[in-house]
């Protein structure tokens, strides 16, 4: 099992197939996708050498994140590798949903067991006023299909921001009443390119949690090896409430994911200086030589990111990694 120098053990791995993103969210690329590297995103091949090689170290479940992963056109058989791979009991994907409808099926065929979707208003028009996209509805009606199918594994990202989340609250608590999903609200990070927005747009989940205590909500207990995210139920509700607060003291502490982006870097953190390369290991096939580096560098993980001090490292915007 990965371990790192403060005791945190790693079995998530959060891999981006691509940085490309047909979304311009206010928040992360408010002018739309700008290419600013020669180099190509990770081959099928290379990220069955990844999946095998994190899985030998104990990684158990891997997110397919991007950019927006459904562009690429080969995300099926990617899904279908990583699924394929001794040791990883569960592949789980992170989309804005735009082709939920027409692909959903397929990706559950070839072996998806979680999805997450990023909807970060149920209103059309603040929709697409944060996505520049006027897809709410379809979306949200790829995700009542996956429902009605029996597929119950979804979660719902929702991005806090002062514009939109304080006024539409009801709404994003109606939307689960009678759906079992579980919704998270995250708290807007500071990358690169965002501090002006940030400071204008950053809410504390505070905020969401007082609301939820106000309406009866009950927070539930979670494993140490859950994650990050602060549970919350209703009798009231099918679905369950997430809060995802990176600002919070002790955040980092349950930390159990590294990240690999589309160019093949290991990040230690979401918010670390640099990648790490690891393409030479993939050109040539060299798993132990990838474990023995992954293992080595993992003890550079610092304990905590520092964002409260205003510093997001080296990354610009979360589609350059995934979120
Ligand atoms: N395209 C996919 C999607 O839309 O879900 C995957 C990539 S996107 C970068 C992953 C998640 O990061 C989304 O839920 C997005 O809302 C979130 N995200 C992006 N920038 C963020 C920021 N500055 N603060 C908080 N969450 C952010």
């Not at 099992?1 to 959060?14: C, E, I, K, P, V």
């Not at 940085?19 to 290419?35: E, I």
């Not at 560098?297 to 610092?302: E, G, T, Y």
Request: aromatic share 10%.
């Amino acid at each position: 099992m990965l371990q790192d120098t403060y005791g945190r053990s790693f079995s998530y791995l959060r891999l981006s197939i691509t940085d490309v993103c047909n979304f311009s969210c206010t928040y992360c690329l408010p002018d739309g996708y700008q290419r600013c590297h020669k180099e190509t995103f990770l081959s099928l091949a290379q990220i069955k050498t990844l999946a095998t090689s994190f899985s030998e170290l104990g990684i158990e479940k891997i997110r397919i994140t991007g950019g927006e992963p459904s562009l690429r056109k080969d995300l099926p058989q990617i899904i279908a590798a990583v699924k394929a791979t001794p040791g990883i009991k569960k592949v789980a994907l992170t989309t804005n949903g735009y082709k939920l409808t027409q692909q959903l099926p397929m990706w559950i065929a070839n072996g998806l067991d979680n999805i997450n979707v990023s909807i970060d208003s149920f209103e059309p028009t603040s929709f697409k006023l944060i996505t520049g996209h006027d897809k709410l509805q379809e979306i949200l009606d790829g995700i009542d299909q996956a429902l009605a199918s029996g597929f119950n594994n979804i979660k719902i990202n929702t991005v806090l921001m002062k514009q939109h989340s304080a006024n539409q609250l009801q709404q994003y608590f109606d939307y689960i009443k009678q759906r079992p999903i579980s919704l998270r609200f995250i708290e807007l990070m500071q990358t690169g390119d965002n501090e002006v927005f940030y400071n204008e747009q950053h809410v504390s989940g505070q905020f969401i949690k007082n609301q939820l205590f106000a309406q009866g909500w009950v927070q539930v207990e979670q494993d140490k090896s859950a994650g990050p995210a602060q549970v919350f139920s209703h009798p009231d509700y099918q679905g369950t409430i997430g809060l995802i607060m990176p600002y919070s003291k002790d955040f980092c502490a349950t930390c159990n994911r590294l990240r690999v982006s589309s160019l093949g870097k290991l990040h230690l953190c979401l918010f670390s200086e640099q990648g790490l390369s690891l393409t030479d290991y993939l050109d040539n096939d060299d798993s132990e030589g990838l474990k023995d580096y992954i293992t080595a560098q993992l003890r550079d993980k610092h304990a905590t990111h520092y964002l409260t001090e205003g510093f997001s490292g080296a990354t610009k915007h979360l589609s350059m990694l995934g979120g």
